[in-house]
């Protein structure tokens, strides 16, 4: 299976997710669209991921690439073919397909308890599991014919699902024992870490993943390898 990667800053990537992709045998190309690269032609993928950033999907005047991105994911999920999206690829496929994205009152960072629906992304997982949160922007409105899949307290919609193999993910869940340091170093998420936290959040919130690592670890593996399932039916010949 070939996995095709949209990045938008180096610091976030498929994280933990690819250690399924080699258990399972696939293949991965990376495009870091904040660094200029083109977005390849699309025929020669089975699977679409888009990681977060620290860009929102309102700035395309800043980041004018953003609309050739979400003009490629639409099309992508408008074909049935399987897409994930994490953070801000969950924003952009609520936004590309009519939804509403906007900033919130106050970010969510740190760990929080996810209660999720049922659904076969999440066969084998708990109603409910902590989740690491980085984001200030959320879905406000859902896109037609999207499902809710899951909710946080401090976040209505977690997670969608747009016909039958379109997902997408505000939580994080490809986090490794680095991630927080790594994004700690962005100015964006350094000043929603802090707003949140305050002074020594960075520490205190790297003693929270610490301490469910273990958990979130298994989490992941688990969900990303129900996502690979889920395609792997999708693009079964019927």
């Not at 990537?13 to 399924?20: A, I, M, Y």
């Not at 997982?125 to 307290?153: D, F, I, N, Y």
């Amino acid at each position: 299976m070939k996995i095709l990667v949209f990045q938008h800053v180096a610091s976030e990537h498929p994280g933990n997710f690819r250690e399924v992709m080699k258990a399972r045998g696939c293949t991965m190309h990376a495009v870091e669209l904040d660094e200029g690269e083109s977005i390849p032609d699309l025929e020669g993928f089975d699977v679409l991921l888009v990681m977060g950033g620290p860009q929102d999907v309102w700035q395309t005047a800043q980041f004018p690439w953003l609309l050739d991105e979400m003009k490629a994911v639409t099309a992508w999920v408008r074909a049935g073919r399987p897409y994930l999206g994490m953070c801000l690829g969950h924003q952009l496929l609520a936004q590309g397909l009519g939804g509403e994205v906007g900033p919130m009152d106050v970010p969510e960072v740190g760990i929080s308890q996810v209660r999720v629906e049922a659904d076969p992304i999440f066969a084998g997982l708990p109603e409910s599991w902590p989740c690491m949160q980085w984001h200030g922007a959320e879905v406000k409105r859902l896109p037609e014919h999207s499902v809710s899949l899951a909710t946080s307290p401090g976040c209505a919609i977690q997670a969608q699902r747009w016909g039958r193999c379109a997902y997408g993910m505000q939580f994080h869940m490809e986090l490794t024992h680095t991630t927080t340091a790594e994004w700690a170093g962005l100015p964006e998420y350094k000043a929603a870490l802090e707003r949140v936290r305050g002074p020594g959040g960075l520490d205190l919130m790297q003693a929270e993943v610490n301490a469910q690592f273990p958990a979130l670890y298994q989490a992941s593996q688990k969900l990303f390898g129900n996502f690979l399932d889920i395609a792997v039916q999708t693009l079964a010949p019927a």
